[in-house]
């Protein structure tokens, strides 16, 4: 009897095997009583870790593009069988499954976190979005074939009807975009303060909410910026940067060296003469850690320095000491860090 349920089991998840295959990777569509034998997956136990067992051993691989082109094709499927309350539910059982997945094979890279993000959320408004958490990183491809980088504490939404008719991105955060030409239909980054218009080009934006400007820094194509609310427009040439001060609502445009705004689409971690209170704010973006320090012993101190991809914070922090004269000590999920001396010095 045990040999007869083995065996029972083994042709239930050779089955399924070939369910969750075909509707994922091949382009022949499943039918309305497959759809609903694939649905029940995720409505049992036995089901349940079945799913769990097939995604690690289907996604748990170095192939970025096969990844990419998996979860995008699985949202498109989706989203072409379900009604839309279904539909709905569907994805958010499956988003269940990403999430308790990613915490096994997530690793501190750009591409590996894209496995946690690409099935963005269905919204009632219409909308998908796609977000990288603090401490994280993803790698997005839109269905026209345009690559997103999402910085830590970074999301982009965009409509349902994406490249249907215009191509436009609400960006909270940074993003780095590799955008796919296409002349009939321009690409718009839409943020709080500024819009930017091209048509196929590589830039990068950086628009956190806590940061007192957005930069936007042109690798090359073409770009059109626009200040909300007026009537200017500006033009990027590539290896120029544009700045937008939020308290001022001044321009200054500048050169910049690429490695200044896209070395973070690389995990390495770039301080350009930053103060400590720029300081402190990548530092919690990129490692999800309260960063405590008395503004005012360190207010001459600025820090140039890059993490290469690899070097694990306690690297960072040994800098921070030995340029700036201090002690850093982590406790729980703070760093503290404190001028040595200092208050002798008072």
């Known amino acids: 009897m045990i040999e007869s349920n083995n065996n029972n089991n083994n042709n239930n998840n050779?089955?399924?095997k070939k369910l969750i295959n075909r509707f994922i990777y091949n382009d022949e569509?499943?039918?309305?009583?497959?759809?609903?034998?694939?649905?029940?997956?995720?409505?049992n136990s036995e089901g349940n870790k079945y799913i769990e067992r097939w995604l690690v051993n289907n996604w748990n691989m170095p192939v970025e593009d096969n990844t990419l082109y998996s979860f995008e094709r699985l949202r498109e499927k989706i989203h072409k069988h379900e009604d839309k309350n279904s539909k709905t539910n569907f994805i958010k059982q499956i988003s269940k499954y990403y999430q308790r997945i990613a915490a096994i094979i997530l690793l501190p890279l750009l591409i590996a976190s894209a496995i946690f993000f690409l099935m963005p959320k269905k919204q009632e408004t219409d909308y998908f979005i796609?977000?990288?958490p603090l401490g994280q990183k993803a790698k997005v491809e839109l269905v026209d074939g345009t690559l997103v980088w999402l910085n830590s504490g970074s999301k982009i939404k965009y409509s349902t009807n994406y490249n249907k008719e215009t191509r436009d991105i609400f960006?909270?955060?940074e993003a780095f975009f590799?955008?796919?030409?296409?002349?009939?239909?321009?690409?718009y980054v839409h943020t709080k303060h500024i819009d930017i218009e091209v048509t196929g080009t590589k830039f990068n934006v950086n628009a956190y909410q806590n940061e007192p400007s957005i930069q936007t820094s042109l690798i090359e194509g073409h770009v059109n910026l626009f200040v909300n609310n007026s009537n200017e427009k500006y033009q990027l040439t590539p290896g120029k940067l544009i700045e937008y001060r939020k308290n001022t609502g001044k321009i200054i445009e500048r050169s910049f060296k690429e490695n200044e705004t896209k070395s973070w689409t690389e995990n390495e971690l770039v301080f350009i003469n930053d103060d400590f209170s720029k300081l402190k704010?990548?530092?919690?973006?990129w490692y999800n850690m309260e960063v405590i320090y008395d503004s005012i012993a360190f207010a001459n101190n600025k820090l140039t320095v890059t993490l290469n991809k690899g070097e694990q914070l306690s690297k960072l922090l040994e800098i921070i000491e030995v340029a700036s004269d201090a002690e850093c000590l982590i406790k729980e999920d703070k760093i503290i860090i404190t001028k040595n001396n200092y208050m002798k010095g008072k």
Do not use: M, Y
């Open 281 to 285: 704010r990548k530092i919690e973006r």
């Open 29 to 43: 569509d499943l039918s309305i009583q497959e759809l609903r034998e694939l649905k029940a997956l995720f409505t």
């Open 14 to 16: 050779e089955h399924f």
């Open 130 to 132: 796609a977000e990288a």
């Open 171 to 173: 960006l909270n955060g």
């Open 178 to 187: 590799d955008v796919r030409k296409n002349k009939n239909k321009p690409f």
